[in-house]
């Protein structure tokens, strides 16, 4: 530990003590069919959403088979943001 103080207070969690995620109407990983497992077909994608500093966030989308990549910036992280 450092004894001096921090510029910046420090949030302490422990480990597992984060929010919980809630995804509405979202399909879980392990129900998903074996076809996207497998990779076989474009049009399967992943999506990310990443904050950085001072309230900045990008998209980022993923098809599983190409890895062909997009990435958005955002205005917000809330869904109204997100889904334009």
């Avoid at 990310?48 to 062909?68: E, F, M, P, W």
């Amino acid at each position: 530990r450092r004894s001096h103080s921090l510029r910046h207070g420090r949030r302490h969690t422990r480990k597992g003590e984060r929010g919980t995620i809630n995804i509405v109407n979202g399909t879980p990983i392990h129900e998903r069919s074996r076809n996207i497992d497998n990779r076989r077909s474009l049009g399967h994608w992943e999506g990310d959403l990443v904050s950085g500093t001072k309230n900045s966030h990008i998209a980022t989308l993923v098809d599983r088979k190409s890895r062909y990549t997009i990435i958005l910036r955002l205005r917000g992280k809330d869904s109204v943001s997100v889904n334009q």
